[in-house]
């Protein structure tokens, strides 16, 4: 398959040592391509989703030490970070990914590898911003049909079973239910 969804694991996020993602997604699975894979010329081009927060800043940070050429997404705007304005709440935020996406692809001959790291925890907008990532799948999908240039798309997030677990949280049940709504059209969409 082209697309597909399999779960990785992080092992380690922060070390106190050193900051930033330590060998912590799994090679096999992972959108971040291996130093030993730079020098081969279908290497992916990457798109950061979420690119301004957390997990999405200390991907940007593993792909610059990487060489690898990306681009990121966030709601807020940043010249300096090289961000890309994108607010997937929006109503043309499907539309608006798709093109990103096609534009990207119309810049080489190599695949492109999506990696979402995008959410909110504890804001009142919380299941309506994780849900909306809906958007982005849809808008890839669409790109993908296109041109069949989508490598993976890989998702951050949660097991069901911790999902589920967070709905039972007043302050995490937005944030469980728009995963769950994001997860199940994720399968919906890339099976």
Known sequence: ERLFYKPIRI?????NESPGLHGS????SSALPSRKDLSKTDYPLVVVIGG?????SEIRQQLDERGVNYTATSTRSDRKKSLVPLDLTASDAEE????????????????????????????????HVNAAL?????????ADQESERI???VTIGNPRRVR???????????YANGKEVSAANFFAFFG
């Open 11 to 15: 092992r380690q996020i922060r070390s």
């Open 151 to 153: 490598k993976r798309f």
């Open 134 to 142: 809906v958007n982005a799948i849809r808008g890839a999908k669409r």
């Open 25 to 28: 997604i799994d090679a096999e």
């Open 96 to 127: 608006k990914i798709q093109k990103l996406l096609e534009a990207d692809a119309s810049k080489s001959n190599r695949k492109i590898s999506i990696i979402s790291a995008m959410g909110v925890i504890g804001t009142k907008d919380d299941e």
């Open 52 to 56: 301004s927060g957390f997990l999405g």
């Open 164 to 174: 589920r677990l967070s709905k039972k949280l007043p302050f995490l049940k937005g």
